[in-house]
């Protein structure tokens, strides 16, 4: 149970994204049709301030390409005037960090643009003090996944105290990411009852924020909540009501209509050119969006798929669902109860639904198949795994492992074999801990012979029991 608990920290863990990120222009209104406001309006008038917005539009629809080329779009037409306006770049700057921190994590990067946008905005005085508390609060979280706490803490600090006394109902939004950070630091340094202090104290801040609340970030919350009832033994059913709060808020956040925005991005490549970037990118919204947007009017079916796919990229949703079916199956565990895995199947449908094409979604399902000792389902939950990740060796491997630390009897040891021996086939320079494992499963199995010959070939010790 342990293990299984530690996985799913792993896998799941409080998703910590630049919270406070959290304009009114871009929850209160149609994503889409700001996309399509401000397209026009860039064609007219290509100003700094237009591709700077574009560049909050395409982040919030998890377009981090296009939100990228939109801020360096930006950045260059700013930088290009006879006076550049230096709160624009710093903002400008701030967003390049929020990308590089929730798409790409270079931890270095980002430091290094959050750094650049509050020099500017220390320098002037007239500097947007929302802004500025934003900012000293994404810095303290990657201060701190740079393992500088000290630094971390001191930006927390001050991004509360610039929101002191602060009556504009934003300024919630800023401290409740504050204390949603704080709660998953004390929560890693297993200071449990703290971790759950600060998160009652951003959900306060969230339910004041009226009309900037944020559904996203509540959800967290609740999930956190839930973990903090599950992993302590508090209180298992609690644990799952407070899941299925997360989903309820989960299911309020608005999800973009996406069938109406065609982006311009790869506007002047052809179908064919499309259809090859969508093989390179399977996950990339634009390419989706793009080739569903060209198909219309000559195939519908075919255009709805494509449609469909971008949709599903978002999966913050299935990710709850998937706790849920996980908290039932640590209930089934302990009881031995058969109710529990009928729940388990329900909300494994439902992140499925939520997110078919989300590889993580697929290898947390098949893990949960394995405990409950269901392996063929567990496999078909494995194969689609495979399918939607970039490395097919190292999702095999990934697989073996699962059945290899999670597995209880001879067909578990039996997949480990076949998935390493998958993986070896299609890389044969994978990891050697791999290779370890084989050679320890098949001494497991009672082949000996075929453990000892890897031993050779490989040269190392047989150091897995």
Known sequence: MKKFLIFFTLLLSLQNFAYAENPEYIFNSDLENKYIEYTGLL???PTAENYFYLCKITYYLNDSK???SYCNSALDKNDGQKNP???????ILSMMG?????TYRNKNITLDYYKQALELKEKNPQTDKYELAKLHMNMGFAYYNSGIKDYAL?????????CKNEEDKKYNIIKAGVYNDLALIERRNQNYDKSFEYLQKGIDELENAADYKNHKMLAAMYQNIAKYYEYNGKDKEKAIEFYKKAAEENEKFPVSNLYTIFYKNYADLSLQERKQRLKEYPYDISANIDIGYLQSGLNDKLAEQYFKKAISVNPDKAYTYMEIARAYAAKYLDTKNKIYLLKVKEYSSSAMNKAPYTPEIYLGLGLINILTNSYN??????????????????????IASLYWYFGTNKKAVNKTI?????AIKLNPEIDNKYKVILTAAYRKAGKTDKAEKLTKKYNFDDIIE
């Open 377 to 398: 389902q567990a496999d078909k939950y494995f194969e689609n795994y495979i399918k939607y990740s970039k490395d097919e060796a190292c999702a095999n491997c990934d």
């Open 43 to 45: 064609k007219e008038n």
């Open 98 to 102: 929020n990308i590089y921190s929730n």
């Open 418 to 422: 076949k998935y390493i021996n998958r």
């Open 85 to 91: 306006d230096f709160e624009l770049r710093s903002n």
């Open 66 to 68: 296009a939100a990228k």
């Open 154 to 162: 001191n930006a927390y600090n001050k991004a509360l105290e610039l």
